[in-house]
């Protein structure tokens, strides 16, 4: 069909097609390519973001985790507490400290104490702390072969992170007397993601951290 045997009507139309809609969907596709890679580079950026400040934030609560519990170590209740129950003696006292003190954190889930065969020493809570379910005698004659260690426990419902920690005589730094465990749940190390929901980071487990480790 030639152009010229076209009415006025459709010779509008296709000036309108050639010269107005074609370089409109043109532009269209370009403009839509160029926002496409902006987006997808942005998300990358974002996410690389992301990933780093998680990084560094369960570094963090490591770091406070190691802290805290080299900290309890070296405290003279928590050595003489060895002592007393060679004894057999009472430890009342201690263990209310230790509810106090775990209270205070906000993040421990259990502190237990053992002594080098795996036996159970205390526990807080004193009730139901279920570290019979999550530590055998043997892994904890294991833990103890090592100045400092941890390990996951990702079985059953309850999914942890727990840190152990030789205790030694204050008057002898070469005499381990037990081991001091500590609990976390596995969400204490990952509070970042609940605060990215809400725009910022969650900065109360680690406020948490800075309690003293006097009890």
Not at 111 to 119: K, M, R, V
Request: charged share 20%.
């Amino acid at each position: 069909m030639k152009i010229g045997s076209l009415t006025l009507k459709w010779r509008i139309l296709l000036f309108y097609f050639m010269f107005g809609f074609m370089p409109l969907l043109t532009m269209s596709y370009i403009s839509y390519d160029i926002a496409s890679g902006s987006i997808s580079q942005m998300t990358g950026k974002q996410l690389n973001q992301l990933m780093e400040r998680i990084s560094q934030q369960t570094a963090s609560s490591f770091h406070n985790a190691k802290d805290g519990i080299y900290q309890l170590a070296q405290n003279p209740v928590i050595q003489l507490s060895f002592l007393q129950f060679s004894y057999g003696q009472r430890m009342e006292t201690l263990k209310e400290r230790l509810s106090v003190y775990r209270a205070n954190l906000g993040t421990l889930d259990v502190i237990a104490l053992f002594t080098a065969d795996g036996e159970v020493v205390l526990t807080s809570p004193i009730e139901n702390s279920g570290i019979e379910n999550i530590l055998t005698p043997n892994e904890v004659r294991e833990a103890y072969k090592s100045n400092f260690s941890y390990k996951q426990h990702f079985q059953g419902e309850n999914k942890q992170i727990i840190f152990f920690k030789r205790v030694y005589d204050y008057e002898d730094e070469t005499s381990a007397l037990g081991l001091l465990v500590f609990c976390y749940a596995v969400q204490c190390f990952h509070g970042f993601y609940r605060a990215c929901g809400r725009g910022g980071r969650d900065d109360k487990a680690g406020s948490r951290q800075q309690a003293k480790s006097d009890i």
